[in-house]
């Protein structure tokens, strides 16, 4: 059974969708992911202010400086996320 997969580049991701999962809220942003840390430096959502973090950590925050860093980084490593692609269903 063959595989397909799609490979996107780390410096391919420039846009970031975060959905906030907090009943009656559901708000959905996307934002450039050089913008993530900025838009989120408070760890809530913009709509409802729900907390969308762990205690302690702005994970948001820390997705946007990780990216950064490792896009800065790309003469020393490259970075690929590999996406399966689900089979289109039969009938
Ligand atoms: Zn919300």
Do not use: W, Y
Request: aromatic share 4%; with cysteine.
């Amino acid at each position: 059974m063959s595989e397909h997969v799609l490979k996107i580049l780390l410096s391919e991701l420039v846009t970031v969708r975060v959905r906030c999962r907090q009943q009656g809220c559901g708000a959905i942003v996307e934002i450039p992911t050089e913008e993530l840390d900025q838009k989120f430096h408070s760890g809530l959502c913009p709509f409802c202010r729900a907390v969308l973090q762990l205690p302690q950590n702005n994970h948001l925050a820390e997705l946007a400086r990780a990216l950064r860093e490792l896009k800065a980084a790309h003469q020393q490593v490259e970075v690929q996320f590999v996406i399966p692609q689900k089979a289109p269903s039969a009938g």
